[in-house]
């Protein structure tokens, strides 16, 4: 998209997954990515194949250390809060670790990086929080994930009041799977993903190119009246 070449967004869970493709697919589009995560070998891995990437190595449970490291930042565009955990158990088996693992990454982590770089946010940038379908729909383990994601759907809207008067926009995206590396780990399993595909009217899982094309899209100019929305990749699950 012609309206993100220039544009400097920083993006976080870039190590792997939908944060790392879309970075990349950001630098081919000519933006100016900041890639964030704790993962060094995969983030050096990252700017060789596109050097103009810049990166943060920053463990986003350290709060203070996130807040650190974020401050010199220069202005941004846009923020993409990627960065995620999915420990999916039955309810009774989740642990006190698992809880605020799970609510340490998945909610905290957004709110300190978009506290963090508030202030650079430029007059018109975008952020897109990804989050998921858990977040409005139950599924079998998903308990502490999909509360975590519920707390973010509810950042969301809360930061699309308050920052719009600053004219920033802010929504999340809401896939069901996504086969990623992990995604496709975790429903190859035809027993294990023939139930919900049976569930989707277009009869598949998301793809990564689902979720980069729609972040792009609430990133860019083409949805400069789109705020606080929750845009659902589930491929028609709610209506079934």
Request: net charge neutral; with cysteine; charged share 20%.
């Amino acid at each position: 998209m012609a309206d993100l070449i220039g544009k400097t967004i920083l993006v976080t869970g870039a190590g792997h997954g939908i944060g790392n493709e879309l970075c990349k697919h950001l630098s081919t589009l000519g933006s100016k990515v900041i890639a964030v995560s704790k993962s060094l070998d995969a983030m050096k891995a990252l700017q060789k194949e596109h050097p103009t990437i810049d990166i943060i190595q920053v463990d986003l449970n350290n709060w203070n250390e996130t807040k650190e490291l974020l401050s010199s930042v220069p202005e941004l565009d846009g923020l993409v809060n990627n960065a995620g955990v999915a420990v999916i158990k039955p309810f009774n088996e989740l642990t006190e670790a698992d809880f605020d693992c799970t609510f340490n990454v998945n909610i905290k982590a957004a709110f300190c990086v978009t506290q963090a770089v508030s202030d650079k946010l430029k007059y018109g940038s975008s952020i897109v929080n990804v989050s998921s379908l858990a977040s409005s729909r139950a599924f079998q383990g998903h308990a502490a994930y999909g509360a975590s994601k519920a707390a973010l759907d509810s950042l969301t809207k809360a930061l699309a009041l308050e920052f719009g008067p600053r004219k920033i926009r802010v929504n999340s995206v809401n896939p069901t799977v996504i086969l990623t590396q992990m995604g496709i780990q975790n429903w190859s399993d035809p027993r294990k993903a023939g139930p919900l595909i049976n569930r989707i009217p277009l009869t598949r899982l998301g793809e990564v190119s689902d979720a980069i094309n729609s972040i792009v899209y609430l990133l860019g100019e083409q949805s400069s009246f789109v705020n606080g929305h929750h845009l659902l990749l589930e491929g028609g699950f709610s209506v079934s």
